[in-house]
């Protein structure tokens, strides 16, 4: 949409001509606002929401894909798949006829086919791979889950059959290969980026096989998409989608409000009854299968010490953040995984709030008289956590209160992951989505000795935890998985490397005008399939 027209269309809904404004704009466009901007457009290289909304989902397919709004999984860019009697191979028999994008700066020569797929995931676990010294790059997730680890070998049969042999079984596997950054890159684009001598642009000017094509971004401010009028499920019925990057959860509500956007990304819960009152807008929620937690470093002093962790837990009231952050959209978190998962151990019991308790322990470590660190604050709005300054500033007055005297810091997103993962932070505010809908996704991703370095902020390498988790991977039995998972998170609330903080339900509002639009369970935006009244 150009300029003048979006400026025409907001010269209209001023005169309180909503719906006439919208029908002005070019046509099939829809604008979403969301809360923050990309890291790139690499899905490997990155774990947050933020940027899977707005790289792998609009841009790329996976070999299987969750069902829109659902957990069950579904073909992708595999058609079909078997897997071996010892649960250690997996062969997946490729889509035909399925075509990459076409930009300014790829024109594709051939169909999608096996060697996509090979390079896609020899790309994340060979450090020879050609591209990958070309640009070497840290792939968190597939590290996170063990995926170098423990894939023996991927193998091509022929041009539309791909074969994974695990040296290990890995009950997650499939269900990993639904997640955002196992999406399909084109092999023949790569190749293309290494003769040109650009390989930066991998993550800068993405092409993928998706439902839409990306055509720019202006950094901060907007991502601009065209539907694929290829795309192998058939054309999307928007023809333009726009990212317009609003960080602000009040000007977005504004713009929601004025027809300037039709969909809107998390609302802090004291402007979702603003917007209920409004007729224009509609708003769908659910439970999140999420959890927004403070990690505690435990290589930085004090917090290496058990006796410190669990001060900071019973330091924090809970159910006060709750009521004044989360305004009871949300439940107060005990476990690293949602009460709706398979496997949660209702028999473990919180930390009770008892500031006398925590200068208690204080004391015991050594700290009679408290002692300075820094609290990280969540710099963006995030389905786990709706305003994380605010939290930030309650948090800070409780630890107060017992002696632990905090400087509240804060940088853009982007570099806030960054400085994280590095291993920066003191007491960090984070969260989390469930990608897949199994508590490895969890339990593994966030805690394990493997994701050390990138999602695991604590820092916290357990080898009790480590091997329960990685003994509930290497089962199929359910009842195993479980018995397991339990006792991780009994291990994991008496070493305290985290203070679980809430549950939240997810809200979505949008204009009435659009329909279609399904909330995923994992609270990732996807517009294909949406369309406008």
């Not at 028999?347 to 050594?366: F, I, M, T």
């Not at 199929?476 to 479980?482: F, I, K, Q």
């Not at 949008?510 to 996807?526: T, Y």
Request: hydrophobic share 40%; proline share 6%.
């Amino acid at each position: 949409m150009k300029r003048r027209h979006l400026a025409a269309a907001r010269h209209i809904l001023a005169a309180g001509l909503a719906v006439c404004g919208l029908a002005a704009q070019a046509a099939g466009t829809l604008i979403y606002c969301s809360e923050g901007s990309p890291e790139g457009f690499d899905p490997a290289r990155y774990t947050a929401g933020t940027t899977f909304d707005a790289a792998s989902q609009p841009i790329f397919n996976r070999l299987v894909e969750f069902e829109r709004g659902g957990t069950t999984i579904e073909p992708g860019l595999a058609e079909k798949w078997e897997v071996s009697a010892d649960g250690l191979t997996y062969t997946f028999h490729l889509r035909r006829g399925v075509r990459f994008h076409t930009t300014d700066w790829f024109k594709p020569g051939r169909d999608f086919n096996a060697d996509d797929v090979v390079f896609t995931f020899d790309r994340m676990v060979n450090k020879d791979n050609a591209f990958q010294k070309a640009a070497p790059v840290a792939f968190e997730y597939a590290a996170d889950m063990g995926l170098p680890d423990n894939l023996a070998k991927i193998e091509k049969p022929d041009s539309h059959t791909v074969r994974f042999t695990l040296k290990q079984v890995d009950a997650a596997f499939l269900a990993n290969l639904a997640m955002d950054f196992a999406s399909i890159h084109s092999a023949e684009y790569a190749d293309q980026l290494l003769r040109n001598g650009t390989p930066q642009d991998f993550n800068t000017r993405p092409v993928g096989t998706g439902p839409f094509v990306f055509r720019r971004y202006e950094k901060d401010a907007q991502i601009r998409y065209a539907a694929n009028p290829t795309y192998f499920r058939g054309k999307a019925a928007i023809d333009q989608l726009i990212f317009a990057i609003t960080k602000d959860s009040a000007v977005r509500l504004q713009k929601l409000k004025a027809g300037e956007c039709h969909v809107s990304s998390y609302p802090k819960p004291a402007e979702v009854e603003v917007l209920r009152k409004d007729p224009k807008i509609k708003l769908l929620t659910q439970p999140g299968l999420n959890v927004g937690y403070l990690s505690l470093n435990v290589t930085h002093k004090p917090f290496d010490s058990v006796d410190v962790r669990r001060a900071v837990n019973m330091a924090i009231d809970k159910k006060a953040l709750l009521d004044a952050v989360y305004q009871g959209a949300g439940t107060v978190a005990v476990n690293p995984i949602p009460p709706a998962m398979w496997s949660y151990n209702r028999q473990v019991k919180d930390y009770e709030y008892s500031p006398q308790n925590a200068r208690a322990l204080l004391a015991k470590a050594g700290y009679p008289n408290g002692f300075e660190t820094t609290l990280w604050a969540l710099p963006v709005q995030r389905p786990y956590n709706p305003n994380g300054a605010q939290a930030a500033e309650l948090i800070q007055a409780d630890l107060a209160k017992v002696g632990i005297r905090t400087r509240i810091v804060k940088y853009e997103w982007a570099e806030y992951l960054k400085r994280a993962k590095a291993g920066e932070s003191d007491i960090g505010m984070f969260g989390w989505n469930g990608d897949n809908g199994d508590p490895d996704n969890f339990l593994a991703t966030l805690l394990s000795c493997a994701a050390v370095g990138s999602s695991n902020y604590s820092q916290w390498c357990h080898k009790e935890y480590d091997d329960l988790i990685n003994k509930a991977r290497q089962t199929t039995r359910l009842a195993e998985r479980t018995k397991l998972y339990e006792r991780a998170q009994e291990v994991f609330k008496r070493e305290a490397p985290w203070v679980p903080m809430a549950h939240s339900v997810v809200v979505q509002p949008m204009l009435k005008n659009v329909e279609g639009f399904r909330m995923s369970p994992f609270a990732i935006a996807q517009f294909y399939g949406v369309s406008l009244k």
